[in-house]
């Protein structure tokens, strides 16, 4: 049956690719939470001043590091990019027979820590109320500037069908050996979707932030076109996950750090593990995300929504359980992602 297949490309560290069929058993009865984290909101110096040469200044409002990923619901998808400068306009338009549609959007100040301090604009458009199963082309930016036109194909609303996916982790920007493929197989239609579970660019903090924005060019031509989920892994851990927290977003209004949502006979579950390992930034993430999770699996496993996703997948950085035994933090560690923090009684 359509409904109890799911088909995936396993993207491996070093470019190793297979193809994993998934057949599961639809009686499953237990759930286990694990936990999830608060994420603290992105500092932005609002005061801060644009400091560049008015030679540039056609360069600075241009759109670059275009990306979409899932909204509220199937049928919706959010367009996110960054200008250097503030446009005075976030605006997306779109449509199935050409640009005939217009969203507005909004735009965040996200400001590097590293000594620098460099900055960019964030944007973000929502497109709802998009049909199921269209090709829908686009273009983003303002009157200042407008990104090179991209497409996505929207998705089937409907469970009785099998998503291709592509999911791998930890993928810089200098030995990314599995891009090329994936850019390829991104034009030729081949996912619904992509998950990268963590660990970006290597790091998306390094030189004051151009490692991040280097890599978001360079993702653009997969992530321009289908919906690029993500959760964050310990490289993004710099300034309280700061960059991830700006440059992506994921749906749930969690600064992307916890959702879920539905594609196919499947609910995915998408949370950070980073929270159990980088305490230092609080504990208010791990009861959130705590509380957060067993509220969407108490909903996800209804028998009514069971019957028709009787999968429910969940992903983030760090493995539940390992096969190695080199002590290092997948075997040692990881005992944290399945039962949590020792100081909470669940």
């Not at 930016?141 to 036109?149: A, L, P, T, V």
């Not at 700006?246 to 950070?272: D, K």
């Amino acid at each position: 049956m359509l409904s109890n297949r799911l088909n995936f490309l396993l993207l491996v560290i070093c470019g190793t690719i297979v193809w994993v069929n998934c057949v599961g058993n639809t009686e499953l009865e237990d759930f286990r939470e694990t936990k999830k984290i608060p994420a603290v909101p992105v500092e932005t110096n609002t005061t801060h001043k644009e400091k560049r040469n008015d030679e540039d200044i056609i360069s600075y409002f241009q759109p670059e590091q275009v990306h979409i990923s899932f909204g509220d619901d199937p049928l919706t998808i959010v367009v996110t990019w960054s200008t250097k400068n503030d446009t005075n306009g976030s605006i997306v338009e779109y449509g199935i027979d050409g640009l005939i549609a217009k969203k507005h959007g909004t735009s965040t100040l996200f400001v590097d820590g590293g000594y620098l301090h460099n900055f960019q604009y964030i944007h973000r458009v929502v497109l709802d109320n998009l049909r199921p199963l269209e090709t829908y082309l686009y273009h983003c930016g303002s009157d200042n500037g407008w990104s090179n036109e991209f497409w996505f194909k929207t998705v089937n609303p409907e469970e009785n069908w099998s998503p291709h996916l592509a999911v791998y982790g930890d993928m810089g920007n200098k030995n990314a050996q599995s891009l090329p493929r994936l850019q390829q197989e991104t034009q030729n239609n081949v996912y619904d979707a992509i998950i990268h579970v963590g660990d970006f660019a290597y790091d998306m903090a390094t030189q004051n932030g151009r490692v991040g924005d280097e890599f978001m060019k360079q993702i653009e031509p997969v992530a321009a076109y289908v919906p690029y989920m993500t959760v964050p892994g310990n490289h993004e851990e710099k300034y309280n996950f700061s960059h991830y927290k700006a440059r992506f977003s994921m749906p749930g209004g969690h600064e992307s750090l916890m959702y879920s949502f539905n594609m196919g006979p499947a609910h995915f579950i998408g949370f950070t593990t980073e929270a159990y390992y980088f305490i230092e930034y609080g504990l208010k993430q791990v009861i959130l995300q705590y509380e957060w999770l067993e509220n969407d699996l108490k909903e996800a496993t209804k028998p009514e929504n069971r019957a028709k996703r009787p999968w429910i997948i969940t992903f983030g950085h760090r493995p539940m359980y390992c096969s190695n035994a080199d002590k290092d933090d997948c075997t040692f560690h990881s005992t944290l992602v399945r039962v949590g923090l020792p100081i909470f009684k669940w």
